[in-house]
C-alpha cells in the first residue's frame, strides 16, 4: 500500500525553505527550524511571506511534492508543479469524456452520489450521537430529503440539467440542518448560509480554509496520477477554474471538511477570539487558530479507515490519492464507473 | 525494420516477459513505482554506471554503452561492453540472484544483438551478474535464444501499438511487483462499480 505522506504547513511569517541534500530545511531569522527528508512528505503548502529556494522547488518537482502559496488568511495564490506527469493518452481519454456530455453525466453523478450519500451520514451521524443536544427532527427531515436526492439519482443516464437541480435541492436540504450540527457557542458560532468572497462569519470562514487545504491535495493527488485538474465532468470548463479536482471534491467536502470545522467548534478546539471581523465584514483567522486547524486536520489525515469499494484499509490522508487513481482506472476502461469514496 | 521514431526501450522486454500489464503500464500509462527491489536495482546501476572506461590486460571496458536494433526496433544502453581483439561481451549487472526464467537472458541477448547490428561483427557469449550471488554467469546466444528475444521485442512492439492497458490477472508475483497499488490487480478483477453505485443508492 502506498505510504500516506505528511503535508508540511509552513505559516512563520518570513521563513526560508530550502534544500539540504535530500532534506528540506525550515529557516528564519538566520536559525534553521527544522528539517525533513523529502521521502516523508506529500506536499507543501506555504502560508504569506515564506519563500523557497529554486533549488528546493526542482527538487520537490523531480519527486512529485508539490509547493502550494497561499496568502496569510489561507487564500490560494499559486503552485508549483514540475513537468506534467502521466501520459498523453489518458488525458486525451479525459477530454473526449469531458466533450461528451452523456459520458460526463454518468461520471457526475457517481460524483453526486459520493456526495449526497456522505452529507447524508454527517448528518445521521450527528442524529445518532447528539440526539439529546439538538433538533434531531429537523435533521433527521433534512437527512430523508438527501433520501430522496439520491433515489433521483437512480437512473444510470441521468441528464446533466436534472443532475444539476438534484445537487441544487440536496445542498439546499443539507445546510438549511447545517447550523443544527453546531453545539457550542451558537453566539458565535452559527450557519445561515455559505458565503466565501469573502466568508463573512466564523463558520464560513473555517470552511473556506478548510477547502482550500483539501483542495490542495486533491489537485496534487489528481496531477500524481497524470489527470488534468483543470478539465472536469460536472464543473463544466471555466478558465482558471480547477473542474475535475472540483468534482473530485464533492465527495470530500462533508466527510473531511464539514465534519472537521463541527468537530473543532464542538470540542472547544477554536474560540470566538481566533476571529477577527475586519471593517468590510470579511473574518479572519488568528495564527493561533489557523495552527489549530492544520494540526487538527494533521491528524485526521493519520486516522484509519476501511475504503468501501476497494475494501481495504486505509488512511484518511490517503483517499484524495485513492479517488484520483480510481478515476484514472476507469477512464482508461479498467473499472465500469468511477466509485465514489462513501461514508460506511 | 523499424525507424528511430519507432524504438522502445529495451528494459521493456523483461517487463512484458514478466507481466503484459506492468508493461503496459510502464511504457502506455508512463507510470513509474519504485520499491525496495528496484531502489536496490537503481542505485546499483549508479554504480556500474559512475565510470567511462578503462583498460585492462589488453581488454577495454566501456561503461553505460548506448544501444539499438532497427532489426529489434529497441533502445537502450548496455551497463558494460567488454571489447577484446576477436570478440565483444556484453555484462549486464543484476540485483537479484540468477533466476530460471529468461528474462535476464533476453534482455542481454537482445543488447548482444543490438551491438551486432550497430558494429557488423558476431556476438556468441554475454555474461550476467547477480549482486547477491556475486556470480558471473556466461550466457550463449544460440538460436533458441535469439528467436525468443526477437518474438518478445515483437509481442512488445504489438502490445504498445495498441495504446490499451490489458486488464489485471492476481498471481503470486504481483506480490514482488512494484506496481502493485498502481495495476490493483485484486481490487479491480471482476470489481463492477455500477453495482456498488446501486449498493449506495439502496442503503
Same mark, same amino acid.
Given at each position: 500500500?502506498?505510504?500516506?505522506?505528511?503535508?508540511?504547513?509552513?505559516?512563520?511569517?518570513?521563513?526560508?525553505?530550502?534544500?539540504?541534500?535530500?532534506?528540506?530545511?525550515?529557516?528564519?531569522?538566520?536559525?534553521?527550524?527544522?528539517?525533513?527528508?523529502?521521502?516523508?512528505?506529500?506536499?507543501?503548502?506555504?502560508?504569506?511571506?515564506?519563500?523557497?529556494?529554486?533549488?528546493?522547488?526542482?527538487?520537490?518537482?523531480?519527486?512529485?511534492?508539490?509547493?502550494?502559496?497561499?496568502?496569510?488568511?489561507?487564500?490560494?495564490?499559486?503552485?508549483?508543479?514540475?513537468?506534467?506527469?502521466?501520459?498523453?493518452?489518458?488525458?486525451?481519454?479525459?477530454?473526449?469524456?469531458?466533450?461528451?456530455?452523456?459520458?460526463?453525466?454518468?461520471?457526475?453523478?457517481?460524483?453526486?452520489?459520493?456526495?449526497?450519500?456522505?452529507?447524508?451520514?454527517?448528518?445521521?451521524?450527528?442524529?445518532?450521537?447528539?440526539?439529546?443536544?439538538?433538533?434531531?427532527?429537523?435533521?433527521?427531515?433534512?437527512?430523508?430529503?438527501?433520501?430522496?436526492?439520491?433515489?433521483?439519482?437512480?437512473?444510470?443516464?441521468?441528464?446533466?440539467?436534472?443532475?444539476?437541480?438534484?445537487?441544487?435541492?440536496?445542498?439546499?436540504?443539507?445546510?438549511?440542518?447545517?447550523?443544527?450540527?453546531?453545539?457550542?457557542?451558537?453566539?458565535?458560532?452559527?450557519?445561515?448560509?455559505?458565503?466565501?468572497?469573502?466568508?463573512?462569519?466564523?463558520?464560513?470562514?473555517?470552511?473556506?480554509?478548510?477547502?482550500?487545504?483539501?483542495?490542495?491535495?486533491?489537485?496534487?493527488?489528481?496531477?500524481?496520477?497524470?489527470?488534468?485538474?483543470?478539465?472536469?465532468?460536472?464543473?463544466?470548463?471555466?478558465?482558471?477554474?480547477?473542474?475535475?479536482?472540483?468534482?473530485?471534491?464533492?465527495?470530500?467536502?462533508?466527510?473531511?471538511?464539514?465534519?472537521?470545522?463541527?468537530?473543532?467548534?464542538?470540542?472547544?478546539?477554536?474560540?470566538?477570539?481566533?476571529?477577527?471581523?475586519?471593517?468590510?465584514?470579511?473574518?479572519?483567522?488568528?495564527?493561533?487558530?489557523?495552527?489549530?486547524?492544520?494540526?487538527?486536520?494533521?491528524?485526521?489525515?493519520?486516522?484509519?479507515?476501511?475504503?468501501?469499494?476497494?475494501?481495504?484499509?486505509?488512511?484518511?490522508?490517503?483517499?484524495?490519492?485513492?479517488?484520483?487513481?480510481?478515476?484514472?482506472?476507469?477512464?482508461?476502461?479498467?473499472?465500469?464507473?468511477?466509485?465514489?469514496?462513501?461514508?460506511? | 525494420?523499424?525507424?528511430?521514431?519507432?524504438?522502445?526501450?529495451?528494459?521493456?522486454?523483461?517487463?512484458?516477459?514478466?507481466?503484459?500489464?506492468?508493461?503496459?503500464?510502464?511504457?502506455?500509462?508512463?507510470?513509474?513505482?519504485?520499491? #525496495? +527491489?528496484?531502489?536496490?536495482? /537503481?542505485?546499483?546501476?549508479?554504480? =556500474?554506471?559512475? &565510470?567511462?572506461?578503462?583498460?585492462?590486460?589488453?581488454?577495454?571496458?566501456?561503461?553505460?554503452?548506448?544501444?539499438?536494433?532497427?532489426?529489434?526496433?529497441?533502445?537502450?544502453?548496455?551497463?558494460?561492453?567488454?571489447?577484446?581483439?576477436?570478440?565483444?561481451?556484453?555484462?549486464?549487472?543484476?540485483?537479484?540472484?540468477?533466476?530460471?526464467?529468461?528474462?535476464?537472458?533476453?534482455?542481454?541477448?537482445?543488447?548482444?544483438?543490438?551491438?551486432?547490428?550497430?558494429?557488423?561483427?558476431?556476438?556468441?557469449?554475454?555474461? #550476467? +551478474?547477480?549482486?547477491?550471488? /556475486?556470480?558471473?554467469?556466461?550466457? =550463449?546466444?544460440? &538460436?533458441?535464444?535469439?528467436?525468443?528475444?526477437?518474438?518478445?521485442?515483437?509481442?512488445?512492439?504489438?502490445?504498445?501499438?495498441?495504446?490499451?492497458?490489458?486488464?489485471?490477472?492476481?498471481?503470486?508475483?504481483?506480490?514482488?511487483?512494484?506496481?502493485?497499488?498502481?495495476?490493483?490487480?485484486?481490487?479491480?478483477?471482476?470489481?463492477?462499480?455500477?453495482?456498488?453505485?446501486?449498493?449506495?443508492?439502496?442503503?
Amino acid at each position: 500500500m502506498k505510504k500516506y505522506l505528511n503535508t508540511l504547513y509552513v505559516s512563520t511569517q518570513g521563513a526560508y525553505l530550502a534544500k539540504e541534500g535530500e532534506r528540506v530545511i525550515v529557516r528564519s531569522e538566520g536559525k534553521t527550524l527544522g528539517g525533513w527528508p523529502i521521502h516523508t512528505i506529500g506536499g507543501i503548502v506555504c502560508f504569506g511571506q515564506v519563500s523557497c529556494s529554486p533549488f528546493l522547488m526542482g527538487f520537490c518537482a523531480e519527486r512529485d511534492v508539490s509547493i502550494s502559496f497561499l496568502t496569510e488568511y489561507g487564500k490560494f495564490l499559486a503552485r508549483v508543479e514540475g513537468p506534467v506527469s502521466g501520459n498523453v493518452l489518458l488525458r486525451r481519454e479525459q477530454y473526449r469524456r469531458a466533450d461528451d456530455k452523456e459520458a460526463s453525466a454518468k461520471i457526475a453523478r457517481s460524483a453526486m452520489i459520493g456526495k449526497i450519500s456522505n452529507s447524508r451520514a454527517a448528518l445521521r451521524r450527528a442524529v445518532r450521537d447528539h440526539s439529546d443536544k439538538l433538533d434531531a427532527d429537523a435533521v433527521r427531515e433534512a437527512s430523508q430529503r438527501l433520501t430522496h436526492s439520491l433515489k433521483q439519482l437512480r437512473h444510470e443516464d441521468i441528464a446533466a440539467d436534472t443532475l444539476l437541480g438534484v445537487e441544487g435541492s440536496a445542498s439546499v436540504a443539507y445546510f438549511s440542518a447545517f447550523d443544527h450540527l453546531i453545539l457550542n457557542d451558537k453566539k458565535h458560532f452559527f450557519f445561515e448560509n455559505r458565503n466565501r468572497r469573502p466568508p463573512l462569519d466564523n463558520v464560513n470562514c473555517l470552511l473556506s480554509f478548510m477547502y482550500t487545504m483539501v483542495m490542495h491535495d486533491v489537485r496534487s493527488a489528481l496531477e500524481t496520477v497524470g489527470l488534468d485538474p483543470a478539465v472536469g465532468f460536472y464543473h463544466r470548463d471555466r478558465p482558471g477554474r480547477p473542474g475535475l479536482a472540483l468534482d473530485l471534491m464533492e465527495e470530500f467536502r462533508p466527510f473531511l471538511a464539514d465534519r472537521l470545522v463541527l468537530t473543532l467548534v464542538n470540542r472547544k478546539q477554536v474560540t470566538a477570539k481566533g476571529f477577527k471581523k475586519s471593517k468590510s465584514g470579511a473574518v479572519r483567522m488568528s495564527d493561533k487558530t489557523r495552527k489549530a486547524v492544520l494540526t487538527a486536520y494533521m491528524e485526521r489525515k493519520k486516522d484509519e479507515i476501511i475504503h468501501p469499494f476497494l475494501e481495504e484499509k486505509i488512511s484518511v490522508g490517503l483517499l484524495c490519492h485513492m479517488q484520483a487513481h480510481l478515476m484514472a482506472r476507469h477512464l482508461r476502461g479498467d473499472l465500469d464507473a468511477y466509485p465514489p469514496f462513501v461514508v460506511r | 525494420m523499424y525507424t528511430e521514431s519507432d524504438l522502445l526501450p529495451l528494459s521493456g522486454l523483461q517487463h512484458i516477459l514478466f507481466c503484459k500489464r506492468q508493461c503496459a503500464l510502464i511504457h502506455i500509462e508512463q507510470a513509474w513505482a519504485e520499491n #525496495l +527491489f528496484t531502489a536496490e536495482g /537503481r542505485i546499483m546501476h549508479e554504480k =556500474v554506471h559512475s &565510470e567511462s572506461h578503462e583498460t585492462r590486460k589488453g581488454v577495454r571496458t566501456e561503461f553505460s554503452v548506448p544501444l539499438r536494433s532497427f532489426r529489434l526496433g529497441l533502445i537502450g544502453v548496455a551497463d558494460v561492453v567488454e571489447f577484446e581483439k576477436n570478440s565483444v561481451t556484453p555484462i549486464e549487472y543484476k540485483r537479484g540472484r540468477s533466476k530460471k526464467e529468461s528474462w535476464d537472458r533476453v534482455q542481454l541477448c537482445a543488447q548482444a544483438m543490438c551491438l551486432e547490428e550497430m558494429l557488423d561483427t558476431d556476438i556468441t557469449e554475454g555474461a #550476467l +551478474f547477480y549482486g547477491k550471488t /556475486r556470480r558471473r554467469q556466461n550466457i =550463449v546466444f544460440d &538460436e533458441a535464444l535469439r528467436r525468443e528475444t526477437e518474438e518478445t521485442a515483437r509481442r512488445f512492439h504489438e502490445l504498445v501499438g495498441t495504446r490499451q492497458t490489458p486488464p489485471p490477472e492476481y498471481t503470486a508475483r504481483c506480490e514482488s511487483c512494484s506496481f502493485v497499488d498502481a495495476c490493483m490487480p485484486r481490487k479491480i478483477k471482476n470489481r463492477s462499480a455500477t453495482a456498488y453505485l446501486k449498493g449506495i443508492l439502496s442503503s
